[in-house]
């Protein structure tokens, strides 16, 4: 037997991390908080995903991260049946959701806490928090 080459890599069978980023970090420190924080415009006060330097809407970079209230509603979704990826294997089938978060931007995510049903597109969802280790923790919904 030989010793892996970066004894710090993940097992090749761990599932994908998000990546963060310095725009992405406010977001991923509230999830750990279980606060599901958006970036918004100080200028058109929208709020928007994905994180970036500046408003997508005005191109203010006058950006502030504020506190959602976590409902939304289903916009799409899809339920993987496939092995696309060996770690998600013992998940089969497990579903994808989008939703539209009541303040405007879409998120990605899953719906958990339904029963194994399929999700309803337009069905009201409500953030949870699904703490994966130390350093991540992924916001997921539920029926609201
Ligand atoms: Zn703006």
Redesign the pocket.
Known sequence: MTAPLNPSAPPAHAKPRPRMSPDSKPFWDGCRRHELLLPT?E??G?AHLPPGPV?P??F?DRLAWKKASGRGRISTFVVVHKEWFPAFKPDLPYNVVQVELEEGPRLTANLVGHGGRKPVIGEAVRVVFDTVDDSLTMPRFEPA
Do not use: A, E, P
Request: some cysteine.
């Open positions: 415009c200028d058109c929208r408003c809407f005005c203010s």
